[in-house]
């Protein structure tokens, strides 16, 4: 599924598949918005253009954003806590 993710570093809206936390372009942590995909590319382009500069203030970004809450449960995060761990074993291990 497409989600629509505004990145504040590089002022860029992303439509991304999944519920992505990093920017594919800076690598900076993500904002992922609460607006449908299809709403988003219904769009013209003078609108994109609105709903970005929207984006760039923090409050009405947040008004903007969506919670995605089950994180804890893809794969993406646990692969990062078991590497997470690894390096902290590692880390033990080498003192």
Known sequence: MMYVHYCKQCS???MLNGHKMYCPKCEQ???E???PYME???M???ERELFRRDCQNDEVLEQLSAHYRMYKYSKWY???QEANRA???DA???V
């Open 78 to 80: 646990k692969k990062l």
């Open 12 to 14: 860029r809206i992303h």
């Open 40 to 42: 988003y590319v219904s």
């Open 33 to 35: 918005l609460r607006i």
């Open 29 to 31: 942590r993500l904002t």
């Open 87 to 89: 390096s902290q074993t």
């Open 44 to 46: 013209d382009r003078e």
């Open 92 to 94: 033990e291990l080498s």
